[in-house]
T-cell receptor, first 109, second 111 residues
Framework: GIQVEQSPPDLILQEGANSTLRCNFSDSVNNLQWFHQNPWGQLINLFYIPSGTKQNGRLSATTVATERYSLLYISSSQTTDSGVYFCAVDGYNTDKLIFGTGTRLQVFP | DAGVIQSPRHEVTEMGQEVTLRCKPISGHDYLFWYRQTMMRGLELLIYFNNNVPIDDSGMPEDRFSAKMPNASFSTLKIQPSEPRDSAVYFC?????????FGPGTRLTVT
């Protein structure tokens, strides 16, 4: 099945810093989502982005489907950005959203 | 919309007991998914339904697990008998046209 790799596994930032999280996938996809799992365990949708670029406030994401990767940018990080960021993909002809292992982000004041 | 609703939010049970987890998807969504999250295995898909029909249950760990979706607004995941290794957070998600929306999860502890 399709493999999803995320990097880095852990990231520690001071408030105000910028960061880039990466997601590599092993095959063509027709769905890619970024999620934030907050410290209470809730999985929050950030982006549905099988291709192209989207922005939402301090967050933006870019997926280059032909090169099989996606990037999540966090600018001016805040302590509330802490948690685990997951990338998840559906391969073609499947609805089985497969999750990567996540990037754990800690933002300190 | 209230989002995906799961109950109970926490469940503690003894080994050998039957456990039933419940999910109400977002109204109008035609896909429903059950996931399990553990430290060792991360987030893994157990089973998913389309229009109330099970499509792929290849992620269900063993015969002790079963899932049903009797109508478009309700699904259950049952574990009988439960074992300590079933302890995990179980998420339900629904979608219509791609974006998955997750419920708050049920934290299951089997002692």
């Amino acid at each position: 099945g399709i493999q999803v790799e995320q990097s880095p596994p852990d990231l520690i930032l001071q408030e105000g810093a910028n960061s880039t999280l990466r997601c590599n996938f092993s095959d063509s996809v027709n769905n890619l989502q970024w999620f934030h799992q907050n410290p209470w365990g809730q999985l929050i949708n950030l982006f549905y982005i099988p291709s192209g670029t989207k922005q939402n406030g301090r967050l933006s994401a870019t997926t280059v489907a032909t090169e099989r990767y996606s990037l999540l940018y966090i600018s001016s990080s805040q302590t509330t950005d802490s948690g685990v960021y997951f990338c998840a993909v559906d391969g073609y002809n499947t609805d089985k959203l497969i999750f990567g292992t996540g990037t754990r982000l800690q933002v300190f004041p | 919309d209230a989002g995906v609703i799961q109950s109970p939010r926490h469940e503690v049970t003894e080994m050998g007991q039957e456990v039933t987890l419940r999910c109400k998807p977002i109204s109008g969504h035609d896909y429903l998914f059950w996931y399990r999250q553990t430290m060792m295995r991360g987030l893994e898909l157990l089973i998913y339904f389309n229009n109330n029909v099970p499509i792929d249950d290849s992620g269900m760990p063993e015969d002790r697990f079963s899932a049903k979706m009797p109508n478009a607004s309700f699904s259950t995941l049952k574990i009988q008998p439960s074992e300590p290794r079933d302890s995990a957070v179980y998420f339900c998600a629904s979608s219509r046209g791609g974006t998955r929306y997750f419920g708050p999860g049920t934290r299951l502890t089997v002692t």
